[in-house]
């Protein structure tokens, strides 16, 4: 018996893993996630697992066929020459590969709040003929896409005006789902109220509040009572259902048109430029590319040392990747770190995870090249997702040429 290295491709419906360990047993390990809708035999990169099999002697020199039979003279012999070609399976185009349809059609996407929310909206932005499915809560919406009743979902992350969502960041972590996508939406906040009543019989206003947040201002000026509620549509719907004079909601021109409701003021909140950035999450991650501005956003924590967070984001720096956002989370599990004080016992600090958006595809060389430094000062790190921006490039009218000497 002679011993023969031959390829086996291993083709399973669930979810490989492919792990890329650390440099020693106590770092973290960046762990990307392929799994397969359909049972297809999808040859991408390491994901294809290799094995050993035992082979029989053979001539030297003879040449084996694709059904294995060999003459004597160590020519071949091909059975498999008159089956009809077109009965294999085709490879697949890049149209297959695209990580998501144009229009989002056959696409259910979930988000939180009643029909009219501005979750709704940004479903609709991505996707203009998905189907959206309301959730009460942003973690229903999460569990909707893991128990696969739902394709998507779409949650806020954070608001120009508002700030962070802080809940969405912990959910993330959560949860094992993938950023496929982010949607910019411009938020107009509108005063709603029953038809026929006017600005002065309004006392109370119901909104969620992020929303109430956004319209302070506004809100003090016209002496209006706030009360908070779960979502901006569902309070329009409070509003219509009770019918009281003397409510209102702050919710979109599109929730007042389901509802029934009068638009009393329109823009009502304090900033004009009041935009909402929303992700959208699905089961499995896209195949990120170049032929667009990607996004990737990681979260991982550090080591114990002095000047780790410097040493963290510089591996961005040096290959001249852009940091578009950096959030800082106490980790619940660990909330403090008890160190060794100088000459003074020990003290307490709080332990951290650290979330990042940087501007660079995980297609990119610089990009993988930034993540296995970092892995060098991380204890843990996690690829959320590496999806397309949400971006629309404006030329400047006097363009200038601008030259970067970037070291890779």
Same mark, same amino acid.
Not at 59 to 87: C, F, M, P, W, Y
Not at 88 to 105: A, H, Q, R, T, Y
């Given at each position: 018996?002679?011993?023969?290295?031959?390829?086996?491709?291993?083709?399973?419906?669930?979810?490989?893993? %492919?792990?890329?360990?650390?440099? =020693?047993?106590?770092?973290?390990?960046?762990?990307?996630?392929?799994?397969?809708?359909?049972?297809?035999?999808?040859?991408? =990169?390491?994901?294809?697992?290799? =094995?050993?099999?035992?082979?029989?002697?053979? +001539?030297?020199?003879?040449?084996?066929?694709?059904?294995?039979?060999?003459?004597?003279?160590?020519?071949?012999?091909?059975?498999?020459? &008159?089956?009809?070609?077109?009965?294999?399976?085709? /490879? $697949?185009?890049?149209?297959?590969?695209?990580?998501?349809?144009?229009?989002?059609?056959?696409?259910?996407?979930?988000?939180?709040?009643?029909?009219?929310? !501005?979750?709704?909206?940004?479903?609709?932005?991505?996707?203009?003929?998905?189907?959206?499915?309301?959730?009460?809560?942003?973690?229903?919406?999460?569990?909707?896409?893991?128990?696969?009743?739902?394709?998507?979902?779409? #949650?806020?992350?954070? *608001?120009?005006?508002?700030?962070?969502?802080?809940?969405? !960041?912990?959910?993330? #972590?959560?949860?094992?789902? &993938?950023?496929?996508?982010?949607?910019?939406?411009?938020?107009?906040?509108?005063?709603?109220?029953? /038809?026929?009543?006017?600005?002065?019989?309004?006392?109370?206003?119901?909104?969620?509040?992020?929303?109430?947040?956004?319209?302070?201002?506004?809100?003090?000026?016209?002496?209006?009572?706030?009360?908070?509620?779960?979502?901006?549509?569902?309070?329009?719907?409070?509003?219509?259902?009770?019918?009281?004079?003397?409510?209102?909601?702050?919710?979109?021109?599109?929730?007042?048109?389901?509802?029934?409701?009068?638009?009393?003021?329109? +823009?009502?909140?304090?900033?004009?430029?009041?935009?909402?950035? !929303?992700?959208?999450?699905?089961?499995?991650?896209?195949?990120?590319?170049?032929?667009?501005?990607?996004?990737?956003?990681?979260?991982?924590?550090?080591?114990?040392?002095?000047?780790? $967070?410097?040493?963290?984001?510089?591996?961005?720096?040096?290959?001249?990747? *852009? #940091?578009?956002?950096?959030?800082?989370?106490?980790?619940? =599990?660990?909330?403090?770190?008890?160190?060794?004080?100088? *000459?003074?016992?020990?003290?307490?600090?709080?332990? !951290?995870?650290?979330?990042?958006?940087?501007?660079?595809?995980?297609?990119?060389?610089?990009?993988?090249?930034?993540?296995?430094?970092?892995?060098?000062?991380?204890?843990?790190?996690?690829?959320?997702?590496?999806? /397309?921006?949400?971006?629309?490039?404006?030329?400047? +009218?006097?363009?200038? %040429?601008?030259?970067?000497?970037?070291? +890779?």
């Amino acid at each position: 018996m002679a011993l023969r290295c031959v390829p086996i491709l291993f083709c399973r419906p669930q979810k490989p893993l %492919l792990e890329i360990p650390g440099s =020693g047993s106590s770092r973290g390990r960046i762990v990307l996630e392929l799994r397969c809708s359909k049972l297809k035999c999808l040859a991408l =990169g390491a994901s294809t697992q290799r =094995g050993f099999v035992l082979v029989g002697d053979e +001539k030297h020199g003879a040449k084996t066929s694709h059904t294995g039979k060999i003459d004597e003279d160590g020519s071949t012999v091909s059975r498999a020459v &008159h089956k009809d070609l077109n009965l294999l399976p085709k /490879p $697949l185009s890049i149209n297959d590969l695209s990580p998501f349809p144009d229009n989002g059609s056959n696409v259910r996407i979930a988000y939180q709040g009643n029909p009219g929310a !501005y979750g709704e909206e940004a479903a609709l932005k991505a996707y203009p003929n998905c189907e959206t499915v309301p959730c009460d809560q942003f973690e229903a919406a999460f569990n909707a896409v893991e128990l696969w009743l739902v394709d998507k979902a779409v #949650l806020p992350i954070e *608001n120009s005006v508002g700030g962070s969502i802080h809940r969405n !960041y912990d959910l993330l #972590l959560r949860h094992r789902l &993938h950023i496929v996508r982010e949607v910019q939406l411009v938020v107009h906040h509108c005063l709603l109220a029953l /038809p026929g009543v006017t600005m002065q019989e309004v006392k109370r206003v119901f909104s969620h509040p992020q929303a109430l947040a956004q319209c302070e201002m506004a809100l003090t000026n016209l002496g209006i009572n706030r009360v908070s509620a779960d979502d901006s549509a569902g309070a329009a719907l409070m509003v219509a259902t009770r019918g009281k004079r003397d409510m209102g909601a702050i919710a979109s021109a599109r929730a007042a048109a389901l509802y029934g409701l009068d638009i009393l003021v329109e +823009k009502i909140q304090d900033e004009d430029d009041n935009v909402t950035r !929303y992700l959208v999450l699905a089961r499995e991650p896209i195949i990120p590319g170049t032929d667009r501005f990607y996004k990737t956003s990681i979260v991982f924590t550090l080591e114990e040392g002095p000047g780790m $967070l410097f040493k963290a984001l510089a591996v961005f720096s040096l290959r001249g990747i *852009n #940091l578009s956002k950096i959030e800082s989370r106490q980790q619940k =599990g660990r909330p403090l770190r008890v160190v060794d004080g100088s *000459n003074r016992g020990s003290a307490m600090y709080f332990d !951290y995870l650290f979330f990042i958006d940087f501007e660079a595809s995980m297609a990119e060389l610089r990009a993988r090249n930034a993540l296995e430094h970092l892995q060098e000062y991380a204890g843990f790190l996690r690829v959320l997702g590496s999806y /397309p921006t949400d971006i629309v490039l404006q030329m400047d +009218k006097s363009p200038k %040429l601008r030259v970067d000497f970037v070291i +890779k």
